[in-house]
């Protein structure tokens, strides 16, 4: 539906977040995204191609903030030219790991590493997601060692789960601890991505995806 007038001077005056959802493939960076801005666990999904995003306002004391969290490929081959977009102008990012999957905490170093290629250091605003703990019998990353990782590099951890309904106020306490962080920085500024919106990402997907067609594809 159009956003009438309004709706629209609004916009120009909320601010504006960008916040990087980043882990291995198969996390559950999609289903985390969903269930903050969509309020549910999605009923299915498919390996994020370049990246996606979604939206959310939400009111910090009396502040409308808009948080944009950029759902990005975990799958190298899906990501490879889309890795300038993802950190230009990131206000937050949140690294994500799947509990029941021991290889996916061991490869957080080499997000770590990737995000400190691209100038965004321990400045920026950092969370690290445990996701997937309704998994209870097939924990394979113990708390202790991953709030010691944690520690490590300055950041809160959160272990929780996209899926579980009862969990889903974690999730919100995720992007609520980074709105409520970000809420006093400054904001993405409209010029900066004028007229964004959803199809104008995707038109990079595709034309990653044209590229991956030409012959580049790493399958
Ligand atoms: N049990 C359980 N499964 C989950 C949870 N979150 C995600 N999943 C499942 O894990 C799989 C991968 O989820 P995605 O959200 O697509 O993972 P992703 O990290 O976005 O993957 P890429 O797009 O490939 O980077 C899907 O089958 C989800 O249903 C969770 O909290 N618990």
């Known amino acids: ?14 601010k504006v977040f960008k916040i990087i ?39 910090i004391d009396g502040e409308l903030i808009k948080l944009q969290l ?6 190298e081959r899906f990501r490879k030219s889309m890795v300038p977009h993802y950190y230009r102008n990131v206000h937050a990012v ?10 996916s905490f061991q490869g ?7 995000c400190d290629q691209h100038s965004l250091n321990a400045s920026v605003p950092r969370i690290l997601v445990g996701n997937k703990c309704d998994l209870t019998n097939q924990v394979q990353v113990e708390t202790n060692i ?8 300055s ?36 010029q900066d991505y004028p007229k964004m919106n959803r199809a104008t990402v995707l038109s990079v997907d595709k034309e990653v995806l044209r590229t ?3 012959g580049t594809c790493g399958c």
């Not at 539906?1 to 909320?14: G, P, S, T, W, Y």
């Not at 950041?155 to 809420?183: G, Q, R, W, Y």
Request: hydrophobic share 35%; with cysteine; proline share 3%.
């Open 70 to 75: 950029w759902d990005t490929a975990g799958q």
């Open 21 to 59: 959802v980043i882990g291995d493939s198969d996390v559950g960076k999609t289903c985390l995204t969903y269930r903050f801005c969509a309020g549910k666990f999605p009923d299915k999904t498919e390996a994020t191609i370049g990246v996606d995003f979604r939206e959310r306002t939400v009111d």
């Open 94 to 103: 949140v690294f994500t790991y799947d509990v029941t999957k021991l290889a």
């Open 146 to 153: 991953a709030q010691r990782f944690a520690d490590a590099h």
């Open 212 to 214: 991956q067609s030409e």
């Open 155 to 190: 950041m809160p951890l959160f272990e929780t789960s996209a899926k579980e309904d009862k969990e889903c106020d974690n999730v919100e306490a995720i992007f609520l601890t980074l709105a409520h962080k970000l809420k006093c920085q400054k904001p993405m500024m409209t």
């Open 1 to 14: 539906m159009a956003k009438n007038v309004d709706e629209e001077a609004q916009d120009v005056q909320r």
């Open 108 to 114: 957080l170093p080499m997000w770590l590493e990737e």
